[in-house]
């Protein structure tokens, strides 16, 4: 990896402007691109989530530049356990299960079902669990038994949920109830 790239992303600050920079400096260069996926796939690497922040965004606006690092991504999802990674990671397997022209593999698939199972299960904050539960909802209209295990998920009681987990929960169990009334 170019020590360049690698000091810049361990450089990132969390401020829109300077992610929306990085962000437009992976559209441009296919070298920091590629820095950005490997620096935010290795969760042993520190910055990780820095990288991931950037992808998210790229995620975004141009998904088809990602794809040719899908199986590594997806083959890191559970590995994913600090804050500031999981929420960019689960809004990157929403963007990858609902953004048109990305076919994902049966591996693929996989590995994200299973990623997001595991940010639901470790409960992590809202915002992350609302993308996670989303991806899979997705996802569970292909394979049925997705569905069953978030009503399974979704039944078992929450201490003290805050608000905003109410209105996910909520509102992921309705989406239920039409997939099963044929009206998703």
């Known amino acids: 990896m170019n020590s360049e790239h690698y000091t810049q992303i361990a450089g990132i600050k969390a401020y829109r402007k300077t992610r929306d920079y990085y962000k437009d400096k992976a559209f441009l260069e296919p070298l920091f691109l590629e820095s950005l996926v490997a620096v935010g796939c290795n969760p042993a690497d520190k910055n990780h989530y820095k990288a991931l922040w950037i992808l998210e965004l790229v995620a975004e606006e141009q998904i088809t530049l990602l794809l040719p690092y899908l199986d590594s991504f997806c083959s890191q999802l559970s590995h994913f356990h600090l804050d500031p990674a999981v929420r960019p990671a689960a809004k990157i397997c929403l963007f990858l299960v609902s953004k048109k022209g990305v076919q994902l593999s049966p591996f693929q698939e996989e590995k994200i079902i299973e990623g997001c199972l595991d940010f639901i299960i470790r409960e992590a904050k809202v915002a992350t669990i609302a993308?996670?539960?989303?991806?899979?909802?997705?996802?569970?209209?292909?394979?049925?038994?997705?569905?069953?295990?978030?009503?399974?998920?979704?039944?078992?009681?929450?201490?003290?949920?805050?608000?905003?987990?109410?209105?996910?929960?909520?509102e992921t169990l309705m989406h239920l109830k039409n997939a099963d009334n044929g009206s998703s």
Do not use: C, Q, T
């Open 131 to 170: 993308y996670a539960l989303r991806a899979l909802f997705r996802l569970g209209k292909k394979y049925p038994w997705v569905h069953d295990e978030l009503r399974l998920i979704l039944s078992r009681e929450l201490d003290n949920p805050s608000p905003g987990m109410k209105f996910v929960v909520k």
